[in-house]
């Protein structure tokens, strides 16, 4: 089936730095991805939509200066936090629609990135 | 508003067969989905309903009412590797996931 491959799982950085994490569909094209973002015991929160060629859409108090999204391949999208402070520690979670099974566009998740700012 | 209800915690045996609801008021309706999601791992897809029904796939079952803005997943015969929290998620007329908080599930030898 398809795969979605994020990387990097774990990262620690300091605060005022900037991290990039990296979405990735193997053996499938993806014109569109989606960037959660995951707080313990907490549902997803759907942060923002890339579009392949295009600027990502961002949901309603979501900073996109803060949150750099570059969907630059029909299989790559980036997800760059820049300047992260400690409340920006969490579970980033990619994903992608994979049309699997019966056309139901089933999104298909990356393994979650999880960015702990000291 | 658009609101998706589930429990946020259940217990069961293992062996046994636990229901986890599900309750949804949104701007239409183009489907459910129940995702699995292990703890500090990314969920995975279980089962997806858009008519009416009972969908079965092996211990998992999952059953839709439109009507009544209902879903449940059943789980049968129990393992301990089912510990996990299981999230359900509407499209929404929009065509866009809402997602419920996630229902904890704990099974106890």
């Known amino acids: 089936g398809a795969v979605v491959s994020q990387h990097p799982s774990w990262v620690i950085c300091k605060s005022g730095t900037s991290v990039k994490i990296e979405c990735r569909s193997l053996?499938?094209?993806?014109?569109?991805m989606f960037w959660y973002r995951q707080f313990p015991k907490q549902s997803l929160m759907l942060m923002a939509t890339s579009n392949e060629g295009s600027k990502a859409t961002y949901e309603q108090g979501v900073e996109k200066d803060k949150f750099l999204i570059n969907h630059a391949s029909l299989t790559l999208s980036t997800l760059t936090v820049t300047s992260a402070h400690p409340e920006d520690s969490s579970f980033y979670i990619c994903s992608a629609r994979t049309g699997e099974p019966s056309g139901a566009n089933v999104l298909t998740f990356g393994a979650g990135s999880r960015l702990t700012v000291l | 508003g658009q609101n998706i209800d589930q429990p946020t915690e259940m217990t069961a045996t293992e062996g046994a067969i636990v229901q986890i609801n599900c309750t949804y008021q949104t701007s239409g309706f183009n489907g459910l989905f129940w995702y699995q999601q292990h703890a500090g791992e990314a969920p995975t897809f279980l089962s997806y309903?858009?008519l009416d029904g009972l969908e079965e796939k092996g211990r998992f079952s999952s059953f839709l009412s439109r009507s009544k803005g209902y879903s449940y997943l059943l789980l049968k015969e129990l393992q301990m590797k089912d510990s996990a929290s299981y999230l359900c998620?509407?499209?929404?007329?929009?065509?866009?996931?809402?997602w419920g908080a996630g229902t904890k599930l704990i099974i106890k030898p």
């Open positions: 053996d499938f094209q993806a014109t569109t």
């Open positions: 309903n858009v």
């Open positions: 998620a509407v499209v929404d007329s929009n065509y866009q996931l809402i």
